[in-house]
């Protein structure tokens, strides 16, 4: 199958994009991103700017898109320019692959996400959950992740402190709040694409501890 990664150069994308180049089942991947990626004979990795997506490039043309692409509103600078990256993004991937043929999207989602909730973060990825379900997929499915689990290059004190006292409290915490690795959810969002069971689906993260 040909895939399409929005977010290749992520956590869970980085995860991601090995898994898919290393799976049997994945014939080509392409993984436009802002920053280069190391070559691979299955990977075709275009340079792009995401306020300037090229319309009409065949890549867009695949069997399945799946997209972990997001920042946070700190990197972002403000809750306006996170949604540019968490909502208008994605939401314009999967327009455009849905506009050159892709019948399947996989969205790298969140725990909470409601378009009604009145936490901002939370609200921003129910929108994008929303927005996607019109784009017109045969095959659309949220996956959503609570804490990510994973090394980082960037430093994110916050979240740090948080995984480290859910990796404490891991144990005793009802599954849906245990820390999710991001090489399980890698797995998941690939499972769901190469699945890309027709309707709208969504993976839960008591199913990704
Ligand atoms: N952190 C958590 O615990 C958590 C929990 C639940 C859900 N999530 C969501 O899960 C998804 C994946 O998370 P992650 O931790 O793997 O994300 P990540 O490591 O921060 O990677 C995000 C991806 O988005 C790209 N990106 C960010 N800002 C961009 C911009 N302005 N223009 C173009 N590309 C941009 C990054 O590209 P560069 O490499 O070029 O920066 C990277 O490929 C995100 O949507 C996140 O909101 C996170």
Not at 60 to 72: K, P, R
Not at 170 to 177: E, M
Request: hydrophobic share 45%; proline share 8%; charged share 20%.
């Amino acid at each position: 199958m040909k895939l399409l990664i929005v977010g290749a150069t992520g956590l869970v994308g980085s995860h991601l994009l090995r898994l898919a180049l290393a799976d049997g089942r994945v014939g080509h991947v392409a993984a436009p991103a802002r920053r280069p990626l190391a070559t691979h004979p299955k990977l075709q990795a275009p340079q792009v700017d995401f306020d300037r997506l090229p319309q009409d490039a065949p890549w867009w043309q695949a069997d399945a898109t799946i997209c972990t692409l997001g920042t946070t509103i700190k990197a972002a600078g403000s809750q306006e320019a996170f949604r540019r990256v968490d909502h208008d993004y994605p939401l314009a991937a999967a327009q455009l692959a849905r506009r050159h043929g892709t019948p399947a999207f996989v969205l790298n989602s969140a725990i909470g996400a409601d378009p009604a909730s009145r936490i901002f973060y939370n609200r921003v990825k129910g929108e994008l959950e929303r927005d996607l379900a019109a784009v017109g997929f045969a095959s659309l499915t949220h996956v959503r992740p609570g804490f990510i689990g994973g090394q980082r290059q960037e430093s994110r004190p916050g979240e740090q402190a948080m995984v480290l006292a859910l990796r404490v409290l891991g144990p005793v915490l009802p599954r849906r709040w245990r820390i999710n690795p991001a090489p399980r959810i890698a797995q998941a969002l690939l499972e769901a694409a190469i699945q890309a069971r027709p309707g709208v689906h969504v993976v839960a993260s008591d199913a990704l501890a």
